[in-house]
């Protein structure tokens, strides 16, 4: 099992920067690829971000490129969404998720989530 626990959201203005970081414990070496996803009221989940703890590869939802920033660091088994010029479209709950297969959008694919946490921008 993998167990994968959020922090770092809340409450920003429009304009703002938020960092969320998701740590990593139990058997993490059968994991290759951390995202994070995020679920709006009445929407369903959608991708936002992923990299592989090697560093192969990282991909990043239209939405958020140029914006969020997905980083790794592998000897704290963390990673972390730094999300800038954030906007009321971003408010979300936030999810991290694991996955054993390389960098996929598919939330089916990956088999362990954290709990979630909230983030709302305000206008």
């Known amino acids: 099992q993998v167990q994968l626990v959020e922090s770092g959201g809340g409450l920003v203005q429009a304009g703002g920067s938020l960092r969320l970081s998701c740590a990593a414990s139990g058997r993490t070496f059968s994991t290759r690829t951390m995202g994070w996803f995020r679920q709006a009221p009445g929407r369903e989940r959608e991708f936002v971000a992923a990299t592989m703890w090697s560093g192969d590869s990282i991909y990043y939802a239209d939405s958020v490129k140029d914006r969020f920033t997905i980083s790794r660091d592998n000897a704290k088994n963390t990673v972390y969404l730094q999300m800038n010029s954030l906007n009321p479209e971003d408010t979300a709950v936030y999810y991290c998720?694991?996955?054993?297969?390389?960098?996929?959008?598919?939330?089916?694919?990956?088999?362990?989530w954290g709990q979630g946490t909230q983030v709302t921008v305000s206008s």
């Open positions: 998720a694991a996955a054993a297969s390389p960098v996929t959008v598919v939330p089916g694919l990956y088999a362990y």
